[in-house]
């Protein structure tokens, strides 16, 4: 099948192209991408002035919940909501139950995947059994299995003796370690952000400085090693601050930031409404900020957004015993394209942290246009204004604080190896 | 003709100073009625009040049940061992559970804070905090403020005086807002530990040794202890807290010659108060708040009866 | 329409009402042997400590008085949000075997004296319950009548009437009008 993609403002960053031009993709890879293409006999041709052609963005920090919690959400569905979300490959976190901590639960997610034949998913194996902390896991058979990335998610690895020794062995195989920084001593019972918003609610702190720690002590494993360490989902001024200093003397850091970070603080909670539970916890009005002026000078490579689907028992009981987390991948491009209106990043930057970034992070051979590189394309509508309805989600997580929340501008076609995953444009006002 | 325009009592941070002095002065009328030799009132018959407490209280519950029961509510307790979240229930399932008694009223205690908040979006009745996590304890402020008018003919302009762990405590935080908003001034210490963080954010000057905050107060509060906190080491042993923040004789000279002492209850003897303090009918209103407690609560149910028509 | 209100009873004929009341009380009790005022809040508290001056003039000695406020026992209070301030009730003397005068401005429908009488009950076993009004305006609800009338005065449903006192009004006059 043959496409001819028409009249775009076509956005690669990896080949430093921004320019209204035309994009043909044959036999599931880019064949060209220049002005003025002819179509060929049999092509498909979209119009699509107005429109931006984006190398298909990537989200490397989500949940797909399968194996083991198919009510919050499975490949299948985590998989459309992507595609609908404007995303080509997504990452999973192995907490899954088993979690993804041997080869036959990451072949297991492929084969689901593959299944589901809709976004490229990558899985990502745990640091350790069970995402214990203790005994380290194959990763060596991990990555013949399939996996793109190493991390024990939301069970950072507090044994600093053996995150040193999973990075050293992970880097040795070219395997990236991915942190959630939690020093789970500071954060112990903790349920939000310190500060005055939870002296007010009376709900327990969550110190800025138990993630901080961890980006301190990871940054000095790394160093000292000479390894590599990407953060996930940075939340506070300090963790911007630790990481552009890192970043400045050439350690091999890289770190990813959600959309909720830079767009809601821990001012939100004020209804106790679950929906706003995450981890890390929202944080204050300065952290913002330093998040937003992280993402403009390039302190923060990406944006991943942490999609944590959940099912109604999970989410609509005391908020102490809610879970954690936002599903997210249906509005995080949107979300997103506000840092664009408001100026902090202009369109190829925006792109890059979505689509480019990941991908180098990952080893992804993904997030370019260039010819002959596979054909994942996502066409944005940079305008459309739309409002976000969690009963329309294709993820079975409604969990979303940004219910009814209008936004500007949404991915309208998602194309994955050369073929139409999700179209939108049909049913936009 | 007044009214309280509220569905729900849920802590004092939403209320009004009109409201808070509403509320005072039917206590105020219903302390009366305790004395009497049938000491009942045929106001709330045939109205049902749900004590769902979830966390074990004897005397504020006690206390609700009193109230309800001399206002000839019918007056049910459940004592809820596990939440909602336990036995797989949403709170939604919870609140359609309590619906279906019909009751009028609800008054809630929950180790959580919030969770009154949600259920009285989830529920038509009216929702009483009877105590939530770290947040609120409404009635027990009400109660507070109560005692002190009783006993010193006003609030406003007085300084009072809130010591111990305030980053635990749900009393302190309910008496910061009323007491602020019915104009005294209120500051509190206690160890940095025991401090929450922006806690002058809430208007109150806080102070970590107990002379400090209550040199010429009229008002000296002192918070319960839990002393399981010893674990998350919020302080080193009951001994040395007692050695530094127990009210003592020697302490009374610094407040104002007139200087009332209250708390909560219950108490620990000799670790926040020492007993010939506690027991000192001169300066210590501990009883007086019990007794005000019952009124205040009938206060409540009375005023939220008759719905939000 | 006339919208005006008005004046059917001056400050004299109040008087008047309430010095023929206080010989009527004392004539039918013979004497004032185990009698006692219960004036029902807020104007029955004053039309109270009016008969009580004059009883006590009369026989040279102070018949107890009493406040009552019904409030409590009134069969619409649990019913809306909406309540009257809440005014304390004060009877200091055992009521039982006691013959009680209960004092109230105007007699209507007849629910605030069935209130105050449970009311009585709570607080002890009088002997007996009279009751004195100063005005009986009728549309009586319940099976209720009034002991010692200052005054009937038939009323439409639609009018108001008002006793409006010295002592929280500044004036005695009693007031008819259309209702609102």
């Given at each position: 099948m043959k496409l001819l993609l028409k009249g775009a403002r076509v956005i690669d960053p990896a080949q430093n192209l921004d320019a209204l031009m035309d994009v043909l993709v044959e036999g599931g890879k880019i064949a060209a991408c220049k002005p003025g293409i002819k179509a060929p006999a049999g092509a498909k041709v979209l119009e699509l002035s107005g429109m931006l052609v984006t190398p298909g963005l990537i989200d490397m920090h989500t949940h797909l919940r399968e194996p083991g919690y198919e009510y919050r959400e499975t490949i299948a569905s985590g998989s459309a909501a992507a595609v609908a979300g404007g995303f080509t490959s997504i990452a999973c976190m192995p907490n899954t139950l088993p979690v993804n901590d041997n080869r036959s639960v990451t072949e297991f997610i492929l084969r689901k995947a593959a299944e589901a034949n809709l976004a490229n998913i990558y899985?990502?194996?745990?640091?350790?059994?069970?995402?214990?902390?203790?005994?380290?896991?194959?990763?060596?058979?991990?990555?013949?299995?399939g996996i793109a990335a190493l991390s024990d998610d939301g069970n950072p690895v507090m044994d600093a003796a053996l995150m040193r020794r999973a990075m050293e062995y992970a880097y040795s195989l070219e395997l990236p370690v991915i942190q959630h920084c939690e020093d789970k001593n500071l954060s112990a019972g903790g349920l939000m952000n310190e500060g005055y918003q939870a002296t007010v609610l009376g709900l327990p702190g969550i110190p800025a400085i138990a993630e901080e720690v961890m980006v301190a002590r990871d940054i000095l494993i790394a160093e000292y090693t000479g390894t590599r360490i990407h953060f996930a989902h940075v939340s506070t001024t300090g963790s911007v601050r630790l990481i552009r200093a890192a970043k400045k003397r050439r350690l091999k850091v890289t770190a990813e930031t959600a959309p909720h970070y830079f767009t809601l603080t821990d001012e939100s909670l004020r209804n106790y409404d679950t929906n706003y539970k995450v981890s890390p916890p929202l944080r204050g009005d300065a952290d913002v900020s330093a998040i937003k002026e992280g993402l403009a000078d390039g302190t923060l490579d990406a944006i991943a957004c942490d999609h944590a689907p959940h099912g109604r028992t999970d989410k609509e009981v005391e908020f102490e015993y809610a879970a954690c987390g936002i599903s997210g991948l249906e509005t995080s491009l949107g979300l997103s394209l506000s840092l664009v209106q408001e100026g902090i990043l202009p369109w190829p930057e925006l792109i890059a942290k979505m689509s480019c970034n990941p991908a180098r992070i990952l080893n992804l051979p993904k997030g370019t246009l260039a010819k002959g590189a596979?054909?994942?394309?996502?066409?944005?509508?940079?305008?459309?204004?739309?409002?976000?309805?969690?009963?329309?989600?294709?993820?079975?997580?409604?969990?979303?604080?940004?219910?009814?929340?209008?936004?500007?501008?949404?991915?309208?076609?998602?194309?994955v190896g050369g073929d139409i995953k999700y179209d939108g444009r049909a049913s936009q006002p | 003709m007044m009214k309280l325009a509220k569905k729900d009592i849920l802590g004092i941070e939403e209320m009004t100073a009109d409201e808070i002095s509403l509320i005072l002065e039917t206590a105020e009328s219903f302390l009366e009625i305790s004395t009497r030799e049938i000491k009942k009132v045929p106001t709330l018959r045939g109205k049902s009040v749900i004590n769902l407490f979830y966390e074990a209280s004897t005397r504020t519950r006690t206390s609700f049940e009193i109230a309800g029961k001399r206002l000839s509510a019918d007056t049910i307790n459940i004592a809820a061992s596990t939440s909602s979240a336990v036995k797989g229930e949403t709170l939604l399932d919870t609140a359609r559970t309590l619906e279906a008694m019909n009751p009028d009223i609800i008054v809630l205690?929950?180790?959580?804070?919030?969770?009154?908040?949600?259920?009285?979006?989830?529920?038509?009745?009216?929702?009483?905090?009877?105590?939530?996590?770290?947040h609120e304890h409404p009635s027990q402020a009400l109660l507070d403020m109560m005692t002190i008018r009783e006993k010193k003919g006003r609030i406003a302009g007085l300084k009072v005086a809130i010591v111990g762990d305030i980053l635990h405590s749900r009393v302190a935080r309910s008496n910061i807002y009323g007491l602020s908003r019915m104009g005294a001034r209120v500051v509190v210490a206690g160890p940095a530990t025991m401090m929450p963080r922006g806690i002058e954010r809430m208007g109150v000057e806080a102070f970590t040794t107990i002379e400090d905050a209550i040199a010429g107060a009229d008002v000296v509060m002192m918070l319960r202890i839990q002393l399981e906190r010893q674990k998350q080491n919020i302080f080193p042993s009951l001994r040395e807290y007692s050695h530094h923040y127990c009210l003592s004789r020697r302490h009374m000279k610094l407040t104002a010659p007139d200087a009332i002492v209250m708390h909560p209850g219950p108490i620990n003897r000799g670790v926040e108060i020492s007993p010939d303090i506690a027991d000192d009918p001169a300066?210590?209103?501990?009883?007086?708040?019990?007794?005000?407690?019952?009124?205040?609560?009938?206060?409540?149910?009375?005023?939220?009866?008759?719905?939000?028509? | 329409m006339n919208n005006r209100p008005k004046i059917v009873m001056d400050s004299e004929g109040i008087e008047r009402c309430l010095t023929r009341i206080a010989y009527e009380i004392l004539e039918k009790n013979k004497g004032m042997d185990n009698l006692a005022l219960v004036g029902i809040r807020t104007g029955g508290i004053y039309l109270a400590l009016r008969l009580q001056k004059r009883i006590s003039a009369i026989e040279n000695k102070k018949i107890p008085m009493g406040i009552l406020d019904v409030t409590l026992y009134r069969d619409d209070v649990a019913k809306t949000s909406k309540k009257a301030p809440l005014g304390k009730t004060d009877i200091p003397f055992d009521l039982t075997d006691k013959k009680v005068i209960l004092v109230d401005d105007v007699l209507f429908t007849g629910r605030t004296i069935r209130a105050a009488m449970d009311a009585l009950i709570d607080f002890g076993r009088p002997k007996m319950i009279q009751l004195a009004v100063l005005i009986d305006r009728g549309h009586r609800e319940l099976p209720i009548r009034a002991d010692y009338v200052g005054k009937n005065l038939p009323s439409s449903l639609w009018e108001a009437v008002s006793v409006n006192l010295l002592e929280k009004n500044g004036k005695d006059e009693v007031v008819i009008e259309e209702g609102s």
């Open positions: 899985p990502i194996g745990a640091i350790s059994m069970g995402s214990e902390g203790k005994q380290m896991t194959e990763f060596w058979d991990l990555r013949e299995a596979d054909a994942d394309i996502t066409v944005i509508h940079p305008d459309l204004a739309w409002s976000v309805d969690v009963a329309a989600f294709h993820s079975l997580g409604k969990n979303s604080p940004f219910s009814g929340r209008k936004l500007k501008g949404r991915a309208v076609l998602t194309i | 205690r929950h180790s959580v804070a919030g969770t009154p908040h949600m259920l009285a979006r989830m529920v038509k009745q009216s929702i009483i905090n009877a105590g939530d996590g770290a300066c210590s209103v501990i009883l007086d708040q019990v007794n005000h407690g019952v009124a205040v609560r009938m206060a409540m149910l009375y005023l939220l009866s008759g719905g939000n028509e | -």
